[in-house]
Every structure is written in C-alpha cells, then in structure tokens.
C-alpha cells in the first residue's frame, strides 16, 4: 500500500524567523503566507522495513542523500508517529517507510523547498493512514510543521497563517486559512541570482535567532499590529496596505538576521540591485507591486494581474538570473492511495 501526494511552496508576507521550541518547530510569532501554484513537489510513501529516501531532480538526476537529510525524516518520522499517538491513533503509521521525492525546486535558494517538500510528505502520511484515522487540515499543518515550520502553510492554498495556540505541545501551532485562493489573483514573479547553496539553513538560522538584540522587538510588532494588518490588506484586497507592511517585515527579517550572532547576510549585491531597480519602476510606473525576501539572496515580486506583464518583462530583463513565475494555489493534496 502506498499514498502519493503533491504540494507547492509558499511566499512569506509576514516573515517566520525564531522558535520558542526548536524541536518542535513552534514558532516565536505568527506568520502569514501566499500559497503558490508551481513548482511543484510530489512525494511516494510506501511501507517499508527501514528508512530509504530516494530523490529526484525535475531532470530525473538522483541527489543524494546526506546523513544530515536522512536524520531530518528520520526525526520528522518519529515526531509524527508521536503525534499520532497523541491523537489516538498509535501504530497507524509505521516505524519505517519509503520516500520517492521528486521536486522541481532548487534547494537552498528561497524558495522554500522544504515546506514543499515536508507538506507533501505530511499529505502522504495522512494518505497512507486514511484506513486507520481521518485527519483534518489543520492536524496534517502539524505533522507538516514537524518537518518544517512553514510547510504546515502549504496544506492550505489561498492566503495562510501559522499560528500559535497557546499551547507548549506538537499542537502549539497550526495553520489556518485566511482566504482561498480564489479570493485575489496575486502573481509571484520570482527573480533567483544565484543557485548557490546557502552556507547556513533555516533551521540553523531560527536556532540563533533570538541572539539578535532586535529579535523581541521583531515579535512584538508582529503581535501588536503586522498581522492584523496583513490579514486586513488580504480580506479588503489592498495592495498598498500589503506592499507596506509585507516589505517591512521582510527587511525586519533580515536586519534580525543580520544583527544575530554569528550574523547571517542571506541577501547580495544583485539582491539589492533588483530591489533597487524594482522601486524605481514601481515608482515610474505606479505599479502595484511589491518586494519580498525569504531566507535566500531570491527576490519574490508579488504583483496583481494588471501589473503581471510588465513585472515579468522586468524579470526576464536582469541578467545571469532565472526566472519562476507563480501564482496564488491550491495547496497540498493527495493524488493517489
């Protein structure tokens, strides 16, 4: 028996940046997404004796597996097997299975590849054990964020937070829907100068996290005014009110980074530069559109569909950079059992 199932990343508006429990992966303030329709990730679980994982490039090269990435399942396994049993449904997974990755996102870039990835591996497990218990959405964001964070967004499409429960457990933090993907046609023109591999990950990076003197200062704002705000500009479709807070969180984001100990430059020079050159035109041309930068020297320009063309143009024009273009998606599922 096995159980296939497919997921997207998604785009940070409001950026997760630190943990209060950083096994748990829960976070130190709530965040809010734009679930993306491409690339995508498709994820094969089957029952198996031990643990193999086996992944593949969208060109069909194999990559290989570092002890470190198979010690990532390998938690990511026993966590959701503990969950489950938190849940009542104890042995309904097994103590080892198979995993066939097959992912057209380059890793380590900022896009979000791990909340792909662990999304869809959540969605598979849900899958495989859909005989034993029926899982809701919003248990499945957790096994997701067992894995990574921000994959528990990914579950769902439209626009999604991550939100903390009051609770110091594995359901400290569940995502929720805000709207659908429906509700506002957003595009997500995304501008990558460089596939070299980050020097230090994500869950490096939350672990110091709160070594930076900004860190409190950063959680505090989220709490007190930028999620609501977030929340508002997305149900009233306000691009200006979005743009605003979306940018200041994402250059909060990284001045905390950058303010850690040891500090954590994930931007560069072309960064800057496009970011740059993108408020020129905005500016020029009154366009709505706006900048964001998740953990990755990656530019993320969220547009609406008028301004969706020449925002592409603009993309396809910065040299040496490859270019993704998205839009707002449905979000994890199931294809096969």
Same mark, same amino acid.
């Given at each position: 028996?096995?159980? =296939?199932?497919?997921?997207?990343?998604?785009?940070?508006?409001?950026?997760?940046?630190?943990?209060?429990?950083?096994?748990?992966?829960?976070?130190?303030?709530?965040?809010?997404?734009?679930?993306?329709? =491409?690339? =995508?990730?498709?994820?094969?679980?089957?029952?198996?004796?031990?643990?193999?994982?086996?992944?593949?490039?969208?060109?069909?090269?194999?990559?290989?597996?570092?002890?470190?990435?198979?010690?990532?399942?390998?938690?990511?396994?026993?966590?959701?097997?503990?969950?489950?049993?938190?849940?009542?449904?104890?042995?309904?997974?097994?103590?080892?299975?198979?995993? =066939?990755?097959?992912?057209?996102?380059?890793?380590?870039?900022?896009?979000?590849?791990?909340?792909?990835?662990?999304?869809?591996?959540?969605?598979?497990?849900?899958?495989?054990?859909?005989?034993?218990?029926?899982?809701?959405?919003?248990?499945?964001?957790?096994?997701?964020?067992?894995?990574?964070?921000?994959?528990?967004?990914?579950?769902?499409?439209?626009?999604?937070?991550?939100?903390?429960?009051?609770?110091?457990?594995?359901?400290?933090?569940?995502?929720?829907?805000?709207?659908?993907?429906?509700?506002?046609?957003?595009?997500?023109?995304?501008?990558?100068?460089?596939?070299?591999?980050?020097?230090?990950?994500?869950?490096?990076? #939350?672990?110091?996290?709160?070594?930076?003197?900004?860190?409190?200062?950063?959680?505090?704002?989220?709490?007190?005014?930028?999620?609501?705000?977030?929340?508002?500009?997305?149900?009233?479709?306000?691009?200006?009110?979005?743009?605003?807070?979306?940018?200041?969180?994402?250059?909060?984001?990284?001045?905390?980074?950058?303010?850690?100990?040891?500090?954590?430059?994930?931007?560069?020079?072309?960064? #800057?530069?496009?970011?740059?050159?993108?408020?020129?035109?905005?500016?020029?041309? #009154?366009?709505?559109?706006?900048?964001?930068?998740?953990?990755?020297?990656?530019?993320?320009?969220?547009?609406?569909?008028?301004?969706?063309?020449?925002?592409?143009?603009?993309?396809?024009?910065?040299?040496?950079?490859?270019?993704?273009?998205?839009?707002?998606?449905?979000?994890?599922?199931?294809?096969?059992?």
């Amino acid at each position: 028996m096995s159980a =296939t199932a497919i997921s997207t990343p998604n785009i940070a508006l409001i950026k997760y940046w630190g943990n209060r429990s950083n096994e748990l992966r829960l976070p130190a303030a709530d965040s809010l997404s734009m679930t993306l329709n =491409t690339p =995508t990730v498709e994820i094969t679980v089957d029952y198996a004796e031990d643990l193999i994982i086996r992944s593949y490039e969208s060109d069909g090269a194999e990559r290989e597996m570092t002890e470190k990435h198979m010690a990532r399942f390998a938690k990511h396994l026993e966590l959701t097997r503990q969950y489950l049993t938190q849940i009542g449904a104890e042995d309904a997974i097994p103590a080892s299975v198979q995993l =066939t990755i097959r992912s057209g996102i380059p890793p380590g870039v900022g896009l979000a590849s791990s909340a792909a990835v662990f999304s869809a591996v959540a969605k598979a497990y849900v899958g495989l054990i859909a005989s034993s218990i029926i899982l809701t959405d919003e248990q499945t964001s957790v096994i997701a964020r067992l894995g990574s964070g921000s994959a528990a967004r990914s579950i769902f499409g439209g626009f999604v937070t991550l939100e903390n429960t009051g609770r110091n457990g594995m359901d400290g933090a569940v995502a929720k829907q805000v709207a659908s993907e429906d509700h506002w046609l957003l595009h997500d023109i995304v501008i990558i100068p460089s596939y070299d591999e980050k020097k230090v990950g994500s869950t490096e990076g #939350h672990a110091i996290a709160q070594t930076s003197p900004h860190f409190m200062e950063r959680i505090e704002a989220i709490g007190s005014y930028r999620q609501k705000d977030c929340i508002d500009a997305i149900l009233a479709k306000d691009f200006e009110k979005l743009q605003k807070v979306a940018e200041e969180d994402s250059l909060n984001m990284h001045h905390v980074m950058e303010t850690s100990s040891p500090p954590l430059q994930y931007l560069t020079q072309d960064t #800057h530069r496009i970011v740059d050159a993108v408020t020129r035109l905005r500016e020029e041309g #009154h366009l709505p559109v706006l900048y964001t930068m998740d953990a990755g020297p990656t530019v993320h320009l969220l547009c609406t569909d008028e301004a969706r063309m020449q925002i592409v143009d603009f993309a396809h024009a910065q040299e040496g950079c490859t270019i993704f273009e998205a839009s707002v998606g449905s979000g994890s599922k199931i294809i096969q059992k």
